[in-house]
């Protein structure tokens, strides 16, 4: 067994990963969540108790947070990222945390974004380079956001651009990759090929009603994908327990 | 306890924090300052008279006015600055002084201002990060100043973007964060709950009448914020000594 | 015998080199695969037993795919890459791997794109010095994908203009360089006679017929060549142990 | 004493400071040199004869000329600079030299150029600030050139912008700071109010005549300044050792 | 003796310094070449029979072609280049080889491109800065290329500012400039004068009659230069020896 095993194992269960993500404090900001959820005690919770193989935060939530999730779901630490304030043209997400703090503090994988085709991409792969280096040296995984984005993505929703950032992905040393669901399962398929061994998992994407959410979840796991990484769909839903249940049927059946 | 709630808890008294900053010699220039208040031992002579909890200088002054201020107020030495001569568009405060440069001045927190949403965040999140993480290593807290600024920004004073900056504070590793008040009770309780466990303080702004200011420091406490990080108001004034009595009769009460 | 020569005998054989390469999916996407190639392990298989000098592919197939290729086919792992949504005018390709894995890899040379002419040739000349330097230290020898492009260069395929590149590469110290052939042999020989000592290899090209492509492979092995980096007219081939069979007999003849 | 006190004495003499700067080579250019003083043999010995606390050059001329100076004036060794042929819009001068060589060369103090509010301030700022954090670990003190510059400064010569700059070398840890003369006695008490316990001294500026230049020197003294960095209206002198005796007569009354 | 004297003695014999430069193939491309000089091997050759002090080369020229040149003439290491495909508006050599590699490779001293004048002079000053200090502890004298070139360059060619390039050399360390000749004796007087201890040399140019290219050369060393780095005038010629020959007379003289 490669040393990255030990820690891949806590994150992939029975072969399928479910990643709760609450990085949308930076990425989003407030404006994702009311007055409930953004305390991060309350998703936190969620995460702990609802079965997830991963939580996804940046470094400040988990040093603030210890006693939230710690023994009770695998830490999938973030290591870069960015406002929205900032337009996509030109989109660029900077490093923000070490490889060695995210072992530090005891995370299992470590969490990069890629935008595919942005101006600045070489900035990123030549960041995700190194991270993926020290990484592999301490034997912790990379689960990758692949997106598609800046001036020159003519598409960021067709399956092939999907496909080439998850290939993209995949060449630099991604164990999983994150990538927005293309809108079919066909479209998945392609993705997933693309991505070879490496893991694929759809993101969940902004609010739905419980029953497009879980129509996409289907379509999902049925295009060869592992597992989702969900954040609004699950905190922002009036009983996360209730859906996280749902959830967790469709991805281990 | 942890490493760095020693120093901590010389900032933070009584679950208060009430820092003199004199850090406008380079933001703003010398036009804050009158013919008293522009010699570094009047201010550093308040601060340490006047039961603040902590003082934010740059390391020039920290070095040459050692005696004004050492073993009597805490020093909370400024990491980065910059001037207001280049214009906001692309605002950008570059590292000027280093992690072990306060570990060695005997600082009990670092000082990084970030300005959120401007073009060149990405650059501020990166330094900061390392920052952070060498002080976390020393046992140093961190206190932000965050501020919303830079051309994409729509508009620095709404109390959702102050609370998007507070909550990139929070993501990013803060221990305290210090923002501008956004002008309501109900603005500032927004931040305060986008901040999490990251402890919040006000600005004081520029200069205002007694009352003014004071209506202002009950309304900040009155939201949730643990105190405020304070300048003009109190130098500026030419009653020091009162205003700082009566300031902290609000902050402790 | 100096110590590259210890390995560069390896992707060198007989005097002859003929290195398969799948770094396609990186460089150009998935638009480059069907659903048989776009697995990794099928293009590997051809590597492994179609008699290649070497197996140019990024760190993330080699590292995920290790099985296939390994002890088969000398691995030439590929330090830098970029993907063709960005644009070609100011084109660059960021180091993405470090010699250090190179090593750990058990790679046998290191590849390297550098496009000569570009606005940013500056960066890519110091980054390849710095990896031609730790390679020579570890005694690997490194191929360099030699291209003139962006927006300053005037025809891509003229003779003159490769041999120019050819030259760049033989001066910052390759040992191989694979150009892309200009389209005649009196042309290759200009391409040759620049790069002195490096040995020059032609790139296969985009997929053409079977006997289009044997054609010029003749008149790149009649310019002086010692052979070529091939990819799309393998892989993509029907029969891809035909071709490559066919292609030996032409280069070892 | 602190470790810098023991160099600081040697380019501090009762309290004054009277440097010979000779890096208007690089400057400004050779237009500033004749036939005689392009020899810097003849300005090295008006600083070594002169009475100079200091004498302000780069390491090229301090490793060339070492008999010509060392133990006889004390080493400023300036560690930035730029020519005067890139239009000052973007200001810069990047650093040629490290503490490290400062050191090795015998300086008592190394000297830096600042221009303040330059759309690339930023760079300066963090380059000065690591280089003040090694002099100070090597017990060297730091003499700054503050000067406002670039397209963003309205008026380099208005005594409020000035002051902004002194106070801006203070601030970022500069032990004597060097300016341009505001044009008035009162101008010039407010550069030197700004700079706190930081030491003022004038620049002497282009030539003028004997009696001009004395007059200047005169009100310099008279506004609280500790002295001058010189030149021009030294070397170009066609008596130097004359001036420069009247030049101390006046510093040091 | 200092350290560097020693390697110094090898490329100045008498006083005087002839290096024969080969560089053209990256800075001008093979367009300067015919079939037999743009072989390295016959380059080479004549500069280990016809008595240079010096032969200029890229580190990939020095690595393949050790016993061309080994042991016969002193190699001076370019430690950086450009082509001449990217205009030459905000011209920039990046640095492609490290002193290191010059001492691995048994340089007796190492050679740097200066466009003085250029908007990005700030990144090569600081770039030599870094490269003269190493060579300083390595005992490694520099020779400097300092050419005054870029958008803001008015005229290439005029003494003054070949004078000003020269004395920037000498005031960033160079040992040895290389200038191009400004076209008259008394201009090139200036350059050495404003030189100082730094030692010019000519640029050979581009080819000439022989004449023309001796006439030239007698006022080089008329006008107090130690010599010239010659290259197109010597293996472009076509009996190379014979005009190494005559070159030496004169300047040996």
Redesign the interface.
Known sequence: MKDREVHLRKIVRDGKVLILAM?Q??EH???D?N?RN???EYVLDIASKGGFTGLA?????A???KECYSGKVPLVLKLN???N???KDEI???????V??AVKLGADAIGYTLY????R???M??E???V??EA?DYGLPCVVWAY?RGR??QDEKSA??I??AA????????DVVKVNYPGSVEGMK?VV??A???KVISAGGSKQSDAEFLAKVRDVMASGAVGLAVGRNVWQNDNPMKIAEELKKIVYK
């Open positions: 990085d404090g930076m900001g407030p404006v969540f007055a953004i305390n991060p935060i940046q470094k400040g939530i040093r603030h947070y990222g960015r406002t304030i900032v337009p660029y997400s900077s490093q923000v945390a070490s060695k703090e595919v085709g942005s101006p991409e070489a900035d792969f030549r995700f380079g190194k993926q280096e592999e598609p020159f993505v092939d651009t496909a080439y290939r993209v992905a995949l060449e630099l040393g991604a392609k090929a693309a070879g061994r490496c």
